[in-house]
């Protein structure tokens, strides 16, 4: 079956220290993956998309994530977080032809300062 | 350039009743997609409609759910003799889709659904 997984829940990062969030996927093939981020009570915004190509995808605020084939992962990555990055974060993933985008279970990020 | 527009933000029901989400995708998309999040956890797929047409509800229940994305006017998740565990965030995501799966979802802010 398609799935997502996100194996933290819960990550706590000090302000401008670096962040790597993990994703790991499990498809027939090469799903398309995707970052959303989520702040409290708001809706998804999306930071960042891959398809094809290069494995290193820029996003926005800073955010990158690099695909890696021979783990399954999508691990979303920021050299220096910022307290505004406090928020939960869904990796999702969409087969290609497919209809359904299929979320991780998310991880929240906690900055302390 | 208006978002995915979800009304209400947040409504409340007693159990029994019924309740009806509102979701106006963007300007010029003709997807439409609900997903549920519990507390705690990740969104969960419910169903995927184009105008006039359920494409997918595999993550719909089989009872008391319908949703509708008519020719006109916004697409519509009914929820009938809701109980508390509808308690829940309902999100509305829209895309320009063609049947591509690289075009990216775009989402509302969500409706928080308490049953009381």
């Known amino acids: 079956a398609q799935s997502v997984t996100q194996p933290d829940i819960h990550i706590t990062v000090s302000e401008g220290a670096s962040l790597e969030l993990r994703c790991n996927y499990s498809?027939?093939?090469?799903?398309?993956l995707f970052w959303y981020v989520q702040s409290p009570g708001q809706g998804l915004q999306l930071l960042l998309k891959?398809?094809?190509?290069?494995?290193l995808v820029q996003g926005i605020k800073g955010f990158e994530a690099e695909f890696k084939r021979s783990q399954s992962s999508f691990n979303l990555r920021k050299p220096s977080v910022h307290w505004s990055d406090a928020a939960e974060y869904f990796c999702?993933?969409?087969?290609?032809?497919?209809?359904?985008?299929?979320f991780g279970a998310g991880t929240i990020l906690r900055v302390k300062s | 350039n208006a978002g995915v527009m979800q009304n209400p933000r947040h409504l409340v029901r007693r159990r029994g009743q019924e309740a009806r989400l509102r979701c106006s995708p963007m300007?010029?998309?003709?997807?439409v997609y609900w997903y549920r999040q519990l507390p705690e956890e990740g969104l969960k797929f419910m169903v995927y409609?184009?105008?006039?047409?359920?494409?997918?509800e595999s993550g719909m229940p089989k009872e008391r759910f319908s949703a509708e994305f008519p020719k006109e006017g916004p697409s519509i998740l009914r929820i009938q003799q809701v109980v508390r565990g509808d308690s829940a965030a309902y999100f509305c995501?829209?895309?320009?889709?063609?049947?591509?799966?690289?075009?990216?979802?775009?989402f509302g802010n969500g409706t928080r659904l308490t049953v009381t």
């Open positions: 891959y398809f094809s190509g290069d494995t």
């Open positions: 498809y027939g093939a090469t799903p398309y």
């Open positions: 409609l184009q105008k006039e047409n359920i494409i997918d």
């Open positions: 995501a829209s895309s320009s889709g063609s049947g591509q799966s690289n075009s990216p979802l775009h």
């Open positions: 999702a993933g969409r087969m290609e032809y497919g209809n359904k985008l299929v």
């Open positions: 300007k010029g998309h003709s997807h």
